[in-house]
């Protein structure tokens, strides 16, 4: 089978069968893609082949997402610290001990807490879209802001109206202008919108929407990781982003001066507008870290 083939495998994590997407060979330095929201492993279905020659790349889904299990919610917290958890038990039930992390939307702060867990184990970063200033935080991100200030169950059920096929469909195409706009693919908020039909994978992806406050207490100990260990990092960014403006890239420059920096002509699901682009930098990158 050519290296380059994405394989579709699961695995048993704590007792929840994860599913995950893979490519390269096994043994091959390792880059791991932990998706954002309302996304899955699919994100990744054009990134996992275009890396597959040099590297191991994968893919996780997490718990209630994509393919993976839906655990109850007494077994599964579905909270952003039950998530960073979890994809550390998947990196070690795998036995990874030295990997890439490539850092977006909600895949950011889980990843941002991995490297945290074990710092030795980071061979770099590549950060899209997954933000840890928030005083770069964009116009979109106030509803949000509001609940997390005022928790009430009217805030919490006007959260839920988005956990829809249109709520994700905003989601996915953001701020984009209308001439990227048709490179992006239905499938995403058509595949996510048919999960959520399942009133239990909505309401798992609900509590994990309503815990997105939690993170903000992170964010100045995910900053001094980045202040104390300098991992090699690229940033690529695209500024089409309601959450995640132009701004919350530079501010990486605080803690990373020598991050190298790139801006593109799209927004916050850059790999389905400028994949070729992203590829060619994350491949120059890659190389440099592994001549």
């Given at each position: 089978?050519a ?7 699961t695995v048993?994590?704590?007792g929840?069968?994860i ?6 060979p ?5 880059v791991?893609?932990p ?6 492993s699919?994100q990744?279905?054009?990134?996992l082949?275009?890396l ?7 893919a996780?889904d ?5 393919y993976?299990a839906?655990?109850d ?6 909270t952003?610290?039950?998530?960073a958890?979890l994809?550390?038990r998947?990196?070690?039930t795998?036995g ?7 850092l ?6 889980f990843?941002?807490r991995?490297a945290?867990?074990a710092p030795?184990?980071?061979?770099g970063?590549v ?10 935080h ?8 509001r ?14 109206t988005a ?15 209308d001439?990227l ?14 999960l959520?039909t399942d ?9 994990l929407?309503?815990?997105?406050g939690?993170?903000?207490?992170w964010f ?12 090699p990092t690229?940033?690529v960014?695209?500024p ?8 919350a ?16 002509d799209g927004?916050?699901w850059l ?12 491949r120059d990158?890659?190389n440099r870290l592994q001549?």
């Open positions: 089978m290296e380059n083939a994405v394989r579709h495998r048993d994590v704590d929840i069968a599913f995950y997407r893979e490519a390269g096994v043994d091959a330095p390792v791991l893609l998706h954002g929201y309302p996304s899955s699919f990744f279905r054009h990134l082949p275009a597959a020659d040099r590297w191991h790349v994968i996780p997490y718990p209630g997402f994509g993976s839906l655990p919610p007494d077994r599964f917290a579905y952003f610290d039950a998530h958890h994809l550390q998947f990196v070690d795998l990874l001990t030295r990997y890439v992390i490539y977006q939307d909600y895949g950011s702060q990843g941002l991995l945290m867990a030795q184990r980071v061979a970063l950060i899209q879209n997954g933000d840890i200033y928030p005083d770069q964009g116009p979109k991100y106030e509803p949000l802001k609940f997390w200030r005022d928790p009430t169950d009217e805030g919490r059920a006007e959260l839920a956990i829809s096929e249109d709520g994700f469909r905003g989601e996915f195409l953001g701020e984009l202008p001439r706009t048709d490179r992006v693919s239905p499938d995403l908020w058509r595949l996510s919108g048919a959520v009133p239990r994978r909505r309401d798992a992806w609900l509590r929407l309503a815990d997105q939690s993170t903000v207490a100045p100990r995910q900053q001094e990781y980045l202040r104390t260990h300098r991992p690229l940033i960014w695209g089409h982003d309601g959450y995640m403006p132009e701004g890239a530079r501010a990486y420059l605080r803690d990373l001066p020598d991050a190298d920096l790139h801006l593109l927004g916050h790999l389905e507008t400028h994949l070729d682009e992203v590829v060619r930098l994350v990158f890659l001549p």
